[in-house]
């Protein structure tokens, strides 16, 4: 009966000791993601007896941008993780604590290398990848199949395509059809879409990773004058004015042959109402040129974890828990976000869910970044001085090769306010 007693009693004990030590750390997490973030920190709790509270974001997330800048400026305790967008690395990769020794490596390799690598900066592991983004091509398959057509390869071949499959639907009496439907409105979206155009032509990224302005090049003014083209050929004169919502409800509607979005549309494509269920295929986005890789602009969301933590290391294996395998496929397998974590590509339950994922993994391996980490907070200006010179080659108010040597002088300057 002691040595009962006794034993039991030092069962009591641990526990105790587990629960006293039991730390409670504050995570921001998307609004639209709250439930799979619990869901998550219930996980954790269970396997570490650590709590997560999670607090939710502002609907709009960049409204967040002004909530971390105060907190962080005040080297507040209050928060430990954050919810960050790729483009905001740079902004406070300052007040972020580097990762690369309390994640390990193991863990890290785990992760598509173009979207581990965007995350360091300045020799520090700043945050880990949640998700990924990454600009896609979707397609009308029953169409190219009525036609005999492959999914084309460059941008040329898309042009050729869009262009034969157009005027021959409109013939036919759907005189709304058009090629292509994308993003050129004078905005964020427009600097994801000329990159991709830009980087698959062999003109780099604006920026390049050592902070040389490299968009004044041939390379650039070609694939931004043979966008240009496409106005008011294969795709409408509206598109200068189209986001990522107004083409996408062209395509859906089933008036455009081609589309480049993200690849939420899969899903919002095969929801009741759209006129293309079943009707859609997806790919990387084409190249410029042989030899050049598809260039998909880069758009994940990580976790990182704030510098002022006075639980530097609980905070840092919640990021590596909520970013981890299982994770990833929960939230991938409940709500199709696509994983950063490569070996998930060919999980039977994530394809099932996400079936697209099997013939596109190139696309999220080749992705293009934005300048955003050597810009820091300067980043948002220099996007707005791209896109706002783009729009106006786009639109014919500009010549491409002038406008991108003026953009470059003017980027020089912008880039050292950082």
Not at 227 to 236: C, E, L, R, T, V
Not at 246 to 267: I, K, Q
Request: proline content about 4%; overall charge negative.
């Amino acid at each position: 009966m002691l040595k009962k007693c006794l034993a039991a009693a030092a069962v009591y004990a641990g526990l105790w000791a587990g629960a006293a030590h039991a730390e409670t750390i504050s995570v921001f997490c998307a609004p639209t993601e709250f439930e799979l973030c619990t869901k998550v920190a219930d996980a954790w709790k269970a396997k570490t007896g650590n709590e997560a509270k999670i607090n939710k974001m502002p609907a709009l997330l960049d409204d967040a941008i002004p909530i971390y800048q105060q907190l962080l400026a005040a080297k507040s305790k209050d928060i430990d993780v954050l919810f960050l967008d790729v483009i905001w690395l740079g902004m406070f990769k300052a007040n972020l604590l580097d990762l690369k020794s309390m994640v390990p490596q193991a863990d890290q390799d785990k992760h598509f290398a173009s979207t581990l690598n965007a995350a360091k900066l300045d020799g520090n592991l700043v945050a880990m990848p949640a998700y990924m983004d990454v600009g896609l091509m979707f397609y009308r398959k029953d169409l190219l199949e009525k036609y005999g057509k492959l999914p084309p390869k460059t941008w040329d071949e898309l042009a050729a395509t869009a262009k034969e499959i157009q005027e021959k639907e409109r013939a036919a009496g759907n005189d709304k059809m058009w090629g292509y439907a994308w993003q050129a409105k004078s905005y964020e979206g427009l600097t994801c879409d000329a990159i991709e155009l830009i980087a698959s032509n062999g003109g780099g990224t604006i920026i390049a990773d050592d902070g040389k302005v490299t968009i004044d090049n041939p390379q650039a003014a070609e694939a931004i004058e043979k966008a240009k083209g496409w106005i008011g050929s294969i795709s409408p004169e509206g598109v200068l004015n189209y986001d990522e919502e107004a083409s996408r409800a062209v395509f859906e509607s089933g008036d455009a042959v081609f589309h480049r979005n993200w690849p939420y549309v899969w899903g919002t494509s095969h929801k009741e109402g759209s006129s293309v269920i079943d009707k859609v295929g997806v790919m990387p986005l084409p190249v410029g040129k042989d030899g050049q890789k598809s260039s998909g602009c880069l758009g994940p969301m990580y976790y990182g974890v704030s510098k002022y933590s006075a639980k530097a290391q609980v905070a840092a294996d919640f990021v590596n828990f909520i970013t981890g395998t299982d994770m990833q496929k929960m939230r991938a397998v409940e709500a199709t976000l696509n994983p950063s974590i490569q070996s998930l590509y060919s999980d039977p339950d994530v394809l099932e869910k996400i079936p697209f994922l099997k013939d596109n993994q190139q696309a999220f391996a080749d992705s293009a970044v934005r300048p955003s980490g050597y810009t820091g907070t300067s980043y948002n200006r220099v996007s707005q001085a791209f896109y706002r010179s783009t729009h106006d080659m786009l639109s014919g108010s500009a010549d491409p090769k002038e406008g991108f040597a003026s953009l470059a002088k003017r980027l020089e300057k912008l880039k050292e306010s950082r």
